[in-house]
C-alpha cells in the first residue's frame, strides 16, 4: 500500500510542478524538452507510487524522478550515449532506458505529425 494517498499525490504534485519544471528546463535548456519530461515525471511518479517508503520524502523522490528522466533526453539524443551507457549513468536498467525512449519517440512522432 502506497504511503500516500491519490489525492495527497495530486496536491503535491501541484505544489511541486514550478520546482520540476525548473530542473528539467535547467537540464534541457529547452522549454518544449522540460515540459516533455515533467509529463513523463508525473507518469512515472504516479506509476512508481507504490515505491515510495516515506511521504516526507515525496518531493526528493519527486525531483529525482525529474532529473532522470530530463537527463535520458539529453544522453540519447544529444550526447550520443548508447543504451548501455545511458543505464549505467543513471543507475536505471537497460530496459528502463528502452521504454523511456521509446515513449519519448512516440511523443515526438505525435507531436511532428500535428504540424
Known amino acids: 500500500m502506497a504511503v500516500i494517498d491519490h489525492k495527497t499525490f495530486e496536491k503535491q504534485i ?3 510542478l514550478p520546482n520540476l519544471y525548473r530542473l528539467a528546463f535547467g537540464i534541457l ?3 518544449a524538452d522540460a515540459e516533455d519530461a515533467v509529463s513523463e515525471t508525473l507518469l512515472r511518479a504516479y506509476e512508481k507510487l507504490h515505491t515510495l ?3 516526507d520524502h515525496f518531493h526528493a523522490w519527486l525531483m529525482q524522478i ?3 528522466e530530463a537527463k535520458t533526453i539529453l ?3 544529444y550526447e550520443r550515449l548508447s543504451i ?3 543505464a549505467k549513468a543513471l543507475h536505471i536498467s537497460q ?3 528502452k521504454s523511456r525512449l521509446s515513449r519519448g519517440k512516440k511523443l515526438l512522432r505525435e ?3 500535428d504540424h
Do not use: D, M, W
Open 95 to 97: 530496459g528502463t532506458v
Open 75 to 77: 544522453l540519447y539524443f
Open 84 to 86: 548501455p551507457e545511458i
Open 14 to 16: 501541484r505544489k511541486s
Open 53 to 55: 517508503r516515506k511521504a
Open 66 to 68: 525529474a532529473a532522470n
Open 111 to 113: 507531436k511532428l505529425s
Open 29 to 31: 535548456h529547452n522549454r
